[in-house]
């Protein structure tokens, strides 16, 4: 009899929570069943138990969100969610629409831009943990993040998603997230495996991109997910990558993951990603989600059954992948008894709330305007659509139905209570849509309704002592499923702020973005800007206190805001968004700051950068180490009349290298909290990685002797401390 795929009583049961569904043929002695035994014994026991049909139940989705489990022998399905910004609402079953439930909140924590402006892998590790506790009440058993693609691209409609465009970066901060999140016996399933860098065509675009390219710039958070934090899972990207999908490529999942990086937990693949079962089954790939019709008629499910009796497929390849699914089940606690999770509480909303104060972003200060003093400031204009719009719910399978999320309007009402007159006026209004570039052409001339919208607020700011302009995007542009058209701002916002900013000399920006966005319309105009990306549930009351100085911004653009489109490397190749299929990855090495350094382009905003209400100061750098330097040390203080963190960054230039190298590349960095004239001797453990590129020929990290100069600064563009050191050693490290 063929294997009939959805098994309903699972669902409604697990759903619930409970793994202690009993029946006549389980046996409470059964070693999978025993948390004393180790791991791989309880798999193998498992394993042996099981017949083809229960095994292949394993490996597809036998829901949006599920697999089948074995209730013959009380093993429950493996249950899972998106994603990486919370634990998503509850979908139907069979189709995408939203299952309807009344128990399916979560707290959404700031997307993942916002966690990587932080600089900060402990404020990673405690978005991971908060999501992790959540999913454990919600009875998931992997939750679907985090994102850790590069952004290549300013335009790539998911960037809010991920966590910037530097691999060093990235990875630091997803060790943190699944540490955290793994920590609560939750699997993190690290996304997207590998090269999804735009939506355009994600289904069908054949990514191409030179090897060094890809080990130095586009591998480092996976493998750093995989080989430091152990993630137990990852998902397969839907793009192909050297002509062959993702979920089906060999090299990807075969050779560099599972060999290489020695990765034991399963493989998955994005939604609906497989297009064979051969291809799946030989690529590697452990777990087939999505469907392309009924379940039971998934590549790995009743054709992979065929196969098999065919003798087409092994049974050890079979038994591998089950072993893998098994190993994560097992791991999280589906047989015994899961830790307690929580949802909502005030810790959680604490920690969205300090997680998002710490992304935002000082990008301009210039007449020292914030922080603004609430004894002092009788009337506010706050003007924008977004500062009265909620996000959390929107960008698609990140987004979350959140329990509550205070907009930027709300925070600042609260925060000032009645210290204030605080009035609110629209705008502008961005048309909700879904891009179609070439479609919908932006009007040329704004139509009356919006300059009326205009009107009202530029009144509104002439008679405000402050006009606050909370302008940017929303997630019909920062979204799954289509990339941005350009990185203007939508609906006249530009032609607003100018107009507002000539109305009142004291106006502040305050941008809610995913993505950077063209600033040069009117940045010279406005005094004081901020970058405060999709907060969460918190967003609105963490501007507020930066805005009114209960926090001292210290976030840092984890991406390059360009000053234009044409300034971006896929422009000048015009590499994005792919010719005849294909998308050539032409810039190489040189994304973000590596091409505007290296190809002395001005940024609007340099990667790395963020002011702050204080100031800082840097000095006494020095390096040990004889032939290969071992540390560095220097201090960092507080020059300023407020408390505040630094987030200290180190960079490597290769002075006269013998292979092209980007001008430099960041190598550490730390956030530094200090008090008004405090001084931390900051000391860092310099590793031979700070200086080796990858070799493809030799398969591995070479060692170059020679001179490099070693950048201590504020950000990319503000080296504050530079000494060179002399390499004397030379080697090949092995990948
Ligand atoms: C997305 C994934 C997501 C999955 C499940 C896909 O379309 O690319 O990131 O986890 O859907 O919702």
Known sequence: MKYRGFHCRWLVVFALGSTQLLSSSIKAQDAFRDPTKPLDVRVNDLLSKLTLEEKIGFIHSASKFSTAGVPRLGVPPLWMSDGPHGVREEIGPDSWNPAGRTDDFATAMPVGICLAATWDPEMARLSGLTIGQEALVRGKNIMLGPGVNIMRTPLNGRNFEYLGEDPYLASRMAVGFIEGEQSQGVASCVKHYAGNDQETKRNSIDVQMDDRTLHEIYLPPFKAAIKEAKAWSVM?????????????????????????????????????????TAGAVNGGLDLEMGTNGRYERNFLANPYIDGLKKGLFSQKALDDKVARVLRVLIATHALDTKPTGSINTRQHQTNARTIAEEGIVLLKNATSLLPLDSGQVHSIAVIGSDANTKFAYGGQSSGIKAFYEVPALEGILRRLGDKATVTYSPGYAIPRRQWRPSAQPRPATPSSDAIRLMDQAVEAAKRADVAIVVAGLNHDYDTEGSDRPDMKLPAGQDELIRRVAAANPKTVVVLVSGSPIELSRWISAVPSVLEAWYGGSEGGNAVARVLFGDVNPSGKLPCTFPIRDEDTPTSHFQSYPGANGIEKYSEGLLVGYRWYDTKNIDPQFPFGFGLSYTRFAYDRLSVKGEDLPTELSFDCSNAGNRDGAEVVQIYVHPVHPKVMRPDQELKAFKKVALIPNEKEAVVLPVEPSWFTYYDPAKEGWVLEPGDYEIRVGSSSRDIRLRTVVHVKQSGVYPD
């Open 236 to 276: 397969g990207a839907y793009n192909l990558f050297r002509g062959v999908h993702c979920c089906e490529n060999p090299f990807l999942i075969n050779q560099l993951l599972k060999h290489d990086w020695g990765f034991q937990g399963l493989v998955m693949s994005d939604w609906g990603g497989v297009h064979s």
